[in-house]
């Protein structure tokens, strides 16, 4: 299962599990849509590629809450 990390790690901004717009790589690693485009689609941990992550809603989300912990790192 998914962590659903809160944060873009690159600029920090807020990505909630159940909407759009959160992108990530094999690892997980948590970028928003601005940062992975600045990326080119490549995570600035490992260089694989940040596809879309999926959202999580309902009763979902309530059984396996997201993640809160942050790991916004600063711009790569």
Known sequence: MLEMRPDCERC?????????GAFICSFECTF???CAEALDDRCANCGGELMDRPIRTGKALKQNPASTL??????A
């Open 12 to 20: 920090g901004a807020d990505l909630a599990a159940d909407e759009p």
């Open 32 to 34: 928003c849509a601005s």
């Open 70 to 75: 942050r790991m916004f790192k600063g711009r």
